[in-house]
């Protein structure tokens, strides 16, 4: 089992920057996936990007394409979500998760996700 803790959480104003991180521990990391989603008050979780730890390959959801950057850090088992010209659409809790599958993370499969972070609170201001 791979735990996860999330930090980097913020408000910020429209237009700003935050930059979360993932630090992974447990079990080897290396055949994972790493993806990031977000639950705004009200909606289901959504994908917003993710990474194959041995490749790098990057992913991303359509609405954080050119905003948004994935990147790892694989000696310190930590990944990093970029995070610009933020608007207060972006505001929900951000959570980190990993699992062996690529399609679990990007297509969402959210009851099937092995691992989780608790989460760290994103508010965009007007």
């Known amino acids: 089992q791979v735990q996860l803790v999330e930090s980097g959480g913020s408000v910020v104003q429209a237009g700003g920057s935050l930059r979360l991180s993932c630090a992974a521990s447990?079990?080897?990391?290396?055949?994972?996936?790493m993806g990031w989603f977000r639950q705004a008050p009200g909606k289901e979780r959504e994908f917003v990007a993710a990474?194959?730890?041995?490749?790098?390959?990057?992913y991303y959801a359509d609405s954080v394409k050119g905003r948004f950057t994935l990147s790892r850090d694989n000696a310190k088992n930590t990944a990093y979500l970029q995070m610009n010209n933020l608007t207060p659409e972006d505001t929900a809790v951000y959570y980190c998760?990993?699992?062996?599958?690529?399609?679990?993370?990007?297509?969402?499969?959210?009851?099937?996700?092995?691992?989780w972070g608790q989460g760290t609170q994103v508010t965009v201001s007007s």
């Open positions: 998760a990993a699992d062996r599958s690529l399609a679990t993370i990007t297509r969402a499969r959210i009851a099937d996700i092995r691992s």
């Open positions: 447990g079990r080897t990391f290396s055949p994972y996936v």
């Open positions: 990474i194959g730890w041995t490749t790098g390959s990057t």
